[in-house]
């Protein structure tokens, strides 16, 4: 049984903030919790800011990480409901980012009573074309991205972050988003990437009683608008909202617009 200051360190959590409602932000793949830095402190005033990495991601404990365990979603949901339940919050708010957003979901069906509502931020709960449903990728053209992943992990990154994050982004943080990519254990990436991308957690969307905020952006080639209106539909407690601006990291290059985005359902919820 890991205790609970080890399951902290474990996922180098931080926390700052008043001592409102807690706000808890979770990163999305090849990222860490930096990425939320033009974000979160935005409601450090009213809530308590909890950030946190994925086990192999960031300055996590990366011995920590079970190839067993992690090969699918559900080893992170369930890191997840640890870590909520060691932190003995009262029911959070949680930003989940890409496939943090699933996360999440997996991790409030399996325990409701830890959330009070979900923000999943440019998510998705299956990343394959199929029939009418547009994830984004076909299988053919997925399976060669992993096939280059597995060959050479940081050609992979220099090549497809940039059309990732979207040509509106500024240089800088593109490079930041590939230098946190880099920073990643290759072999972790690739098992990542395939609990990632060839997963399709759809079936799942309608046990989710917890109420969702889908924030999707208008151009993302990795989780497209038409996901976005999936997961409303499929979501049975959800708003949606459409960013009008490009890429897969709208808390990096439009965070103005993810912090109304997040303000508005935040006073919409507590009306």
Not at 137 to 149: G, K, M, P, T
Not at 158 to 167: E, L
Not at 201 to 219: E, F, G, I, S
Request: aromatic share 10%; charged share 15%.
């Amino acid at each position: 049984m890991v205790s609970t200051i080890n399951l902290l360190r474990r996922h180098q959590v931080s926390r700052y903030g008043a001592s409102g409602s807690p706000l808890v932000f979770a990163h999305g793949f090849g990222t860490d919790q930096h990425a939320w830095r033009y974000v979160a402190p935005a409601f450090a005033a009213c809530h308590q800011v909890v950030l946190f990495d994925l086990i192999g991601a960031g300055s996590s404990d990366k011995a920590a990480y079970d190839f067993a365990r992690h090969q699918t979603l559900d080893g992170y949901a369930d890191d997840l409901v640890n870590l909520l339940r060691a932190l003995q919050l009262p029911p959070v708010v949680y930003v989940g980012h890409s496939v943090s957003g699933m996360i999440g979901v997996l991790a409030a069906i399996q325990a409701p009573e830890l959330f009070e509502r979900l923000v999943l931020l440019a998510a998705s709960p299956c990343y394959l074309n199929d029939g009418d449903y547009l994830g984004g990728f076909d299988a053919v053209e997925l399976q060669e991205q992993l096939s280059f992943l597995d060959h050479d992990y940081r050609a992979w990154t220099d090549t497809m972050v940039p059309n990732f994050v979207g040509g509106d982004m500024r240089s800088d943080l593109v490079n930041e988003v590939l230098a946190s990519f880099a920073r990643v254990e290759p072999i972790i990436a690739r098992q990542f990437a395939r609990a990632t991308f060839l997963s399709d957690y759809r079936a799942a969307l309608p046990l989710l009683r917890v109420p969702a905020l889908v924030v999707q952006c208008a151009q993302d080639l990795v989780a497209p608008p038409a996901v976005g209106h999936y997961l409303h539909a499929h979501l049975p407690h959800s708003t949606l909202t459409i960013l009008n601006t490009t890429g897969h990291y709208p808390h990096l290059n439009a965070p103005v617009a993810t912090i109304a985005s997040l303000e508005q359902y935040l006073r919409r919820s507590a009306a």
